[in-house]
C-alpha cells in the first residue's frame, strides 16, 4: 500500500483546484471522502510549534492574537536527497528553498483573501513540503480557538472560528489532532471539549500534549498520557517544544528534536512512556494511522467515484458538445440538430409521440359536425325556391324543366361548404403549429441554443403557412369544381314528373305549384348531401397532401438552403450558447477528468492489496 498518502494528496490538490475543498458544498465530494487530519487547538496552545516541530522547519508565521486565518493544507512527501524545498497551488512554478520565504507567503497568500483585516476565511492554502526528513503525511492546520474578538474583528470571529472548525471535524473520514497544554487542566481544553461534541467517544480523535516541561514544579503529566485524565481510543503522545528564547535564537530543528529526546529519556516521570513521545514519534504515528485509514476507506471512495462519474456524464450530455470553431463544423452542428428536431416533429405525426391524433379528430369530428350544422334550410325555403326558379326563366320560360334554376340553388348551397373546409385547413394548420412547439421544447439539443432555437422556430412556421396556402387554395377548388360541373347520373335517375313543365299559357309566378318547388328542394337537398359525402372525404386527403405530408418532408428545406450561403459570424450567432453554459461544461468536464483519473489510480492501489 505505498504511495496511499501521496495518492490521496494529490486528489486533494486537484479537488481544490477546481474549487472542491469541502467547504460550503451541501453535497458529497471527493474531497470530504478522502481521510484528512485535522490540528486543532486554543491560541497559544502551542499548535504552531507542534507542526514545526514534525516538518523540522521554522515556515509558519507567528505573532499575537489569530494568525492563522486561514486553513493551511499541509502536505509532506518524503524524498530522497539533501534538497528540501516547498510548493505552493497558487505558485506551483515557484520552488521555495528559503523557509522564512515560505512564512512570508502564507501572510500574503492570508491577506490577499482577507484583506489587511484580522477576518477569517475557508477557503485553504496548499503547501506542500518535500524533504528527506518528514514522512508523508497531511495536517490541516486550522485557526486557534479563541475565547474574545480583538481590535480589529468583528464580534462574531469567536463563532466564525468555531464554525470553520467543526465544517472540517464534523466530517467522519477526518481524524482530529487535539492540542492541548500540558499546564492547563484538560477540562478547560479548547480542543479537547469541540472534539469531544463532535467525536464523543473519541474513535477519531489524538491527544497531544505540549509545554509538558513548562509544568510547576512537582507536578507531571503522566495521568494525561496515560488516559486517566480523559481517556481517548489512541493514547496520548507529548511533545516538548522549542521555548520562545530558542525561536528567537533560531536554534535549528534537528538539535531541538534531539532535546526532546533527552528529556523524555532522562526525566524519571516519562522514561516508561519516552518511546512513545516526541514530535518524531507523533509524526510516524500519524503517517502509519492515516495510511491505514485511506485503506479502510477505498471501498467507499470507489463507490463514490463511480456514482460521480455516472452523474457527470449524464449531465454533460445533457448540457450537449462543445461548439466547433470552424463554419464546416458549426454548419453541420446546427444541421445534426435540426434532422433530431426533424425528427422528433415527424415522431409525433407518426403517432410514435402524442399530438397528432388530433389531426384525425379534425377529420373524423369537426369537419362533418361543421357540414352538418350548415344551413342549407334557408337556401331551399319555399320562397328561395320559388325566386330562384321563376329568376331562371328569364323573359322565355323552360318548357320541360328549370335546370337553370336547379344550377343556381345547388351553387348556393355548395358554396357555404367554403367555410368549413377552410376551418378544417385553419385547424390542421394549428396543430402542426403545436407539434412544432412540443418538438422544438423535446429537442435538448436546440435548449443549449437560445437564438438558433428560435430561428428554427420561426423557420419551421413560415413553413407551415405557406404550406396552409396552398392547401387553402387545393382545398377550395374540390369545392369550387363541385360548383362547376354537377353529377349528371344523379339528375338522370331521379322520377320524371311529366307535368313538371306546368301550363305554358300561366303566369310565370303561378307556373310552379307548391308541390313541385318542394321536389325541387328535396332533390337539390339529397345532391348537395351527396357532395357533402364526397367532400368529407377528398378534403381531408387534400389537408394531408398538402400541409401534412409536406411537414414531414419539407418543414425546413428553405432553412436549410439559406444556412449554406450564410457566413461563419452568422453561424456562430445561432450557435450563441449560454455563458453559464458554457463554464458549466468545462468544469463537468475538468470535474470527470479528475474523477476518471482518480478511479483509475485508486483501482490500481485496490488491485495490490
Same mark, same amino acid.
Given at each position: ?23 460550503g ?10 481521510p ?163 467525536d464523543?467517544k ?23 498520557l ?43 516521570e ?25 485503506k ?6 470507489q ?22 470553431a ?24 407518426d ?7 388530433k ?48 344550377? !343556381?340553388?345547388?351553387? %348556393?348551397? =355548395?358554396?357555404? &361548404?367554403?367555410?368549413?373546409?377552410? @376551418?378544417?385547413v385553419?385547424? $390542421?394548420? /394549428?396543430?402542426l ?77 303561378? !307556373?310552379?305549384?307548391? %308541390?313541385? =318547388?318542394?321536389? &325541387?328542394?328535396?332533390?337539390?337537398? @339529397?345532391?348537395v348531401?351527396? $357532395?357533402? /359525402? ?16 409536406e ?7 428553405r432553412f ?50
Open positions: 500500500m505505498e504511495n496511499l498518502i501521496s495518492l490521496v494528496n494529490k486528489l486533494q490538490r486537484a479537488c481544490t483546484a477546481l474549487g472542491d475543498h469541502g467547504v458544498s451541501a453535497l458529497p465530494t471527493l474531497w470530504d471522502s478522502l484528512t487530519i485535522a490540528v486543532v487547538g486554543g491560541q497559544s496552545s502551542g499548535k504552531s510549534s507542534v507542526l514545526e516541530s514534525v516538518v523540522g522547519k521554522d515556515f509558519l508565521p507567528r505573532g499575537s492574537g489569530i494568525v492563522t486565518r486561514r486553513p493551511l493544507v499541509l502536505q509532506l512527501h518524503r524524498i530522497d536527497g539533501d534538497t528540501e524545498y516547498a510548493e505552493f497551488m497558487h505558485k506551483p512554478t515557484v520552488k521555495f528553498t528559503d523557509f522564512a520565504l515560505v512564512r512570508k507567503e502564507i501572510t500574503d497568500e492570508t491577506e490577499r483573501e482577507t484583506g489587511h483585516t484580522k477576518q477569517i476565511s475557508p477557503v485553504p492554502i496548499y503547501l506542500s513540503i518535500y524533504s528527506p526528513n518528514v514522512v508523508d503525511l497531511t495536517l490541516i492546520d486550522l485557526p486557534g480557538l479563541t475565547k474574545v474578538a480583538v481590535e480589529g474583528q468583528s464580534d462574531s470571529i469567536v463563532q466564525d472560528i468555531e464554525t470553520m472548525v467543526r465544517s472540517f471535524i464534523e466530517k467522519p473520514n477526518c481524524i482530529i489532532l487535539a492540542i492541548s497544554p500540558a499546564n492547563q487542566d484538560l477540562a478547560t481544553s479548547d480542543a479537547i471539549k469541540i472534539s469531544r461534541e463532535v464523543p473519541g474513535e477519531r480523535t489524538f491527544g497531544v500534549l505540549t509545554k509538558i516541561d513548562l509544568m510547576d514544579k512537582g507536578t507531571n503529566a503522566v495521568d494525561m496515560e488516559g486517566r485524565s480523559y481517556r481517548l481510543q489512541y493514547t496520548w503522545i507529548g511533545v516538548v517544544n522549542r521555548s520562545q528564547q530558542d525561536i528567537n535564537k533560531s536554534v535549528d530543528m534537528i538539535a531541538a528534536r534531539h532535546r526532546e529526546r533527552e528529556y523524555f529519556a532522562n526525566t524519571t516519562y522514561k516508561h512512556l519516552a518511546h512513545r513521545m516526541g514530535s518524531e514519534h507523533l509524526a510516524k504515528m500519524l503517517s502509519k494511522h492515516l495510511e491505514s485509514v485511506i479502510s476507506r477505498i471501498p467507499g471512495i463507490s463514490l467515484i463511480s456514482k460521480t462519474i455516472a452523474g457527470l456524464e449524464a449531465e454533460l450530455n445533457h448540457l450537449g458538445k462543445p461548439i466547433a470552424d463554419a464546416g463544423g458549426k454548419l453541420y452542428t446546427i444541421m445534426e440538430i435540426c434532422r433530431m428536431f426533424n425528427g422528433i416533429y415527424k415522431e409525433h405525426l403517432g410514435m409521440r402524442p399530438g397528432g391524433e389531426i384525425y379528430y379534425v377529420f373524423d369530428n369537426q369537419f362533418p359536425v361543421a357540414l352538418k350544422r350548415l344551413q342549407f334550410d334557408k337556401n331551399l325555403s319555399m320562397e328561395n325556391v320559388r325566386k330562384l326558379i321563376t329568376q331562371a326563366d328569364g323573359y322565355q320560360p323552360h318548357l320541360i324543366a328549370p335546370e337553370q334554376g336547379y344550377r !343556381r340553388l345547388i351553387e %348556393s348551397c =355548395l358554396v357555404s &361548404i367554403r367555410g368549413p373546409a377552410e @376551418a378544417a385553419d385547424a $390542421v394548420h /394549428s396543430i403549429r403545436e407539434l412544432v412547439r412540443k418538438a422544438i421544447s423535446e429537442t435538448d439539443e436546440l435548449k443549449q441554443f437560445p437564438t438558433l432555437r428560435v430561428e428554427v422556430s420561426n423557420a419551421a412556421f413560415e413553413s407551415l403557412d405557406r404550406m396552409r396556402n396552398e392547401s387553402k387554395k387545393n382545398t377550395l377548388k374540390l369545392v369550387d369544381m363541385e360548383c362547376s360541373y354537377l353529377t349528371v347520373d344523379f339528375f338522370r335517375k331521379l322520377p320524371q314528373d311529366v307535368d313538371s313543365g306546368g301550363n305554358p299559357a300561366q303566369s310565370i309566378f303561378d !307556373r310552379y305549384n307548391d %308541390s313541385y =318547388l318542394r321536389r &325541387i328542394s328535396t332533390n337539390v337537398l @339529397a345532391y348531401n351527396m $357532395v357533402c /359525402s364526397s367532400l368529407r372525404n377528398s378534403i381531408p386527403k387534400s389537408i394531408v397532401y398538402c400541409q401534412v405530408r411537414a414531414k418532408r419539407t418543414l425546413l428545406d436549410f438552403m439559406e444556412l449554406g450561403a450564410r457566413e461563419i459570424k452568422q453561424l456562430s450567432k445561432l450557435l450563441d450558447e449560454d455563458p453559464v453554459v458554457m463554464e458549466r461544461r468545462v468544469n463537468l468536464a475538468r470535474r470527470l477528468e479528475l474523477y476518471r483519473s482518480a478511479q483509475a489510480e485508486i483501482d490500481a492501489v485496490a488491485w495490490t492489496r
